[in-house]
């Protein structure tokens, strides 16, 4: 299966530790996505890149937040000195740009303790 | 700015009954709308989307919807529940012209009753 994968799936921490999560996209998709879920709530959209490029970034990525996608494939999130309130599931999402629907992984979800 | 409105966070079906789940979104463009269906623990899977062209959509699973401009709506539909059916779902518009990105609405958690 060539889907959207992420890495890791869960994640557990204390509050003021670093956390990196990884998103392997569907390979021939120049657009990547992600977004973050709290429980009873709709995804909500972080930042997106089209190849290498960071093109938009979302309100709620405060300054502790980093993504980056060095050579347009794979993508990193990055989260330093996290809080309680960074505890959600972290979707990455991946689509082709000519057609606008995105195809997401699994998510990676983390609990801040 | 662009929002999405699901009417009932929880709606609850009995198996065979229709599925009715409620979208509206704001906008004075039409933008593309996207149902996803998102089971315990994994990621959205993408159930039927609309982008031009006919404004009633197929999708899988025996969904369907209705883009309807004038009452800026996008209902999800499915004739006859399944105990397969029970899950979140959530609908979403990606705005014109904004690279893709997607705003979801709240969800709706569907029950099916045998």
């Known amino acids: 299966d060539t889907g959207v994968s992420q890495d890791p799936r869960h994640k557990i921490t204390k509050r003021g530790q670093n956390v990196t999560f990884r998103c392997d996209p569907i390979s021939e998709h120049n657009r990547l996505y992600w977004y973050r879920q709290t429980l009873g709530q709709g995804p909500e959209f972080l930042t997106y890149?089209?190849?290498?490029?960071?093109?938009?970034k979302s309100r709620l990525l405060s300054d502790r937040f980093s993504a980056e996608r060095p050579k347009g494939s794979f993508s990193t999130l990055e989260i330093q000195r996290t809080e309680q309130g960074d505890s959600a599931m972290y979707l990455c999402?991946?689509?082709?740009?000519?057609?606008?629907?995105?195809?997401f992984g699994p998510g990676t979800r983390l609990t801040v303790l | 700015a662009q929002s999405v409105t699901q009417l009932g966070s929880h709606v609850s079906v009995s198996e065979g009954a229709l599925v009715l789940l409620r979208c509206n979104y704001s906008?004075?463009?039409?933008?593309?709308l996207f149902w996803y269906v998102q089971y315990p623990n994994q990621g959205l899977q993408l159930l039927l989307k609309y982008t031009t062209g006919a404004t009633l959509v197929k999708g899988i699973n025996g969904f369907e919807a209705e883009f309807k401009k004038s009452e800026t709506s996008f209902h999800l539909t499915k004739p006859s529940a399944h105990m397969s059916d029970a899950a979140e779902y959530f609908c979403a518009v990606s705005p014109y012209n904004q690279g893709g990105k997607l705003i979801f609405g709240q969800g709706t958690e569907l029950s099916v009753k045998p």
């Open positions: 906008s004075s463009v039409p933008p593309y």
């Open positions: 999402a991946s689509s082709s740009g000519l057609v606008p629907e995105q195809f």
């Open positions: 890149f089209q190849n290498e490029a960071q093109l938009e």
